[in-house]
């Protein structure tokens, strides 16, 4: 019995021996040996692999192609077109219009000759639009053509590159995603019936705002460097009658102080100051006690909305009345240019407490002593006295920026980057509270200094005073 479990177990170490000898025998298959033998009867061995060895080099330079034609191919590139295309776009119309207005109002006279003079500036503009999208298409096609033969040349060095894929790694994970994009697409038939996210109630009937264009008018008006501050624009909700008017207000006392709105029956009239240009004085003396302080005013629903002279409130003008009423802003709202807007070189004085309009009304951008010096903001609910809406504190120090405007509830602010340059680089969207510090959107300055500057839902432009001059841009919308 002990004779026969010795024999089975000789025989199981003897199987072991064979199968070690196999597969010593199949590595020998796979492998050459080169034995070397040294006086001291040491023994090294080079293992010399019968596979191809991996080019690293053509992947490395596959890799340095792909990553050139990323950088020449950018979504900048596309959107530049695209925003000029909508420039454009936007432009024609305008430019119909402004034609028919001369048609009807022109007397053959200094007024004519104006009007004809900025649809002359808005032909030229619109050429030169027209200019840089035909060079830029002209581009893009080059770039289209040598990005398309740069692309075929990279997809057969990667099948070149697959050959070496022995283990057939890569072959499978092509496989994969086919299949995630095949259950994709199937659960995308499952659910066709299901109803769409609605989206936000107080999204922006425009779409998306991208860039803008200009500038479309430059003027000092009838008072050519007289007066540095001050705000224009038009009335997001006028009376009947009053549909193109447009209304100015000048700081006359230190550039601090005004004491009343002007009105101008068009673009024409404000430009020259003729046609009976209408003065509706909040009171006689200038200043005193609900006169306007500081050039961050705007008119809404003929009624003008300002900081009061010396106090942390907003007053609102009826034009129509010619009565005043207040708002008392929370408590520790800084005034008297305790918070302004600035840049490194200055701040401009009495700037405070920003007022803005866009589509939905009246909005107040101010600091208070308890939000440490950030930017606050508040909706103005219409009324006689206004009252205050819901308010959004910000991240945003108020004193870090130049100015700010309201477009579609959204805040965006501005900031100095030289003379002729200023960036539109945050925004705060009231509707989700998410707020953005890189948005890079430029306006190309006629002046320096930006002291002034609303949005106008009632032709989607931005109203600008700069250093005396008024200043209008086209906002361009997706």
């Known amino acids: 019995m002990c004779s026969r479990v010795l024999m089975h177990s000789s025989f199981i170490h003897i199987q072991a021996i064979i199968m070690k000898f196999h597969a010593v025998i199949l590595l020998c298959s796979l492998f050459g040996f080169t034995q070397q033998q040294s006086s001291q009867e040491a023994c090294a061995c080079t293992l010399t692999s ?10 490395n330079l596959v890799n340095d192609k792909a990553t050139k034609c990323t950088s020449t191919v950018t979504q900048l590139k596309a959107s530049e077109l695209e925003s000029m295309m909508l420039g454009l776009e936007h432009r024609l119309p305008q430019l119909l219009e402004d034609m028919s207005i ?15 003079q900025l649809i002359e500036n808005e032909l030229k503009e619109i050429k030169e639009l027209v200019d840089k999208l ?12 040598d990005s398309a033969k740069q692309a075929a040349n990279l997809k057969e060095d990667l099948q070149e590159l697959e050959l070496y894929d022995t283990f057939q790694v890569e072959k499978k994970r092509q496989d994969n995603q086919r299949l995630k994009r095949a259950l994709h697409e199937c659960e995308a038939k499952h659910d066709v019936n299901t109803p769409p996210t609605q989206p936000p109630h107080d999204m922006c009937p425009h779409g998306k705002f991208v860039n803008i264009t200009g500038p479309e008018v430059f003027s000092q008006g009838e008072y050519a460097g007289s007066y540095k501050y001050g705000g224009w624009g038009r009335d997001p909700k006028p009376e009947a009658g009053e549909e193109r008017w447009y209304w100015r207000v000048m700081m006359t006392s230190n550039n601090r102080y005004a004491n009343y709105v002007r ?25 005193t006690t609900n006169t306007v302080q500081g050039p961050n005013v705007v008119l809404y629903g003929k009624a003008l909305y300002y900081n009061c002279y010396n106090k942390g409130d907003v007053c609102r003008f009826n034009l129509t009345s010619k009565t005043v009423s207040t708002l008392e802003l929370p408590k520790g709202t800084r005034f008297n ?25 009246v909005w107040v951008v101010y600091s208070t002593v308890h939000s440490f010096g950030n930017l606050v903001l508040s909706k103005l609910e219409e009324g006689d006295p206004p009252t205050l809406g819901r308010t959004w504190h910000t991240s945003l120090f108020k004193q870090a920026v130049t100015n700010t405007f309201m477009a579609c509830g959204t805040l965006y602010a501005t900031r100095y980057v030289d003379k002729s340059i200023e960036e539109i680089f945050y925004s705060l969207d009231t509707v989700t509270g998410v707020e953005k510090f890189n948005l890079g959107i430029f306006i190309n300055k006629m002046s320096p200094n930006i002291n002034f500057l609303n949005y106008s839902p009632i032709d989607q432009m931005l109203y600008l005073y700069s250093d005396a001059n008024m200043v209008s841009y086209k906002v361009l919308f997706e």
């Open 263 to 287: 009105y101008y029956s068009s673009l024409s009239t404000l430009v020259v100051g003729v046609g009976l240009p209408v003065n509706f004085h909040i009171h006689a003396s200038n200043p």
């Open 134 to 145: 035909s060079t830029t298409t002209q581009g893009h096609k080059h770039l289209y053509t």
């Open 50 to 59: 019968k596979e191809k060895a991996f080019p690293l080099e053509s992947l």
């Open 102 to 116: 001369l048609e009807k109002e022109d007397d053959g006279g200094l007024y004519g000759v104006v009007s004809l």
């Open 337 to 361: 240019s305790r918070a302004n807007y600035c840049h490194l070189e200055e701040c401009y004085p009495y700037t405070d407490m920003d007022l803005a309009t866009d589509e939905s009304g």
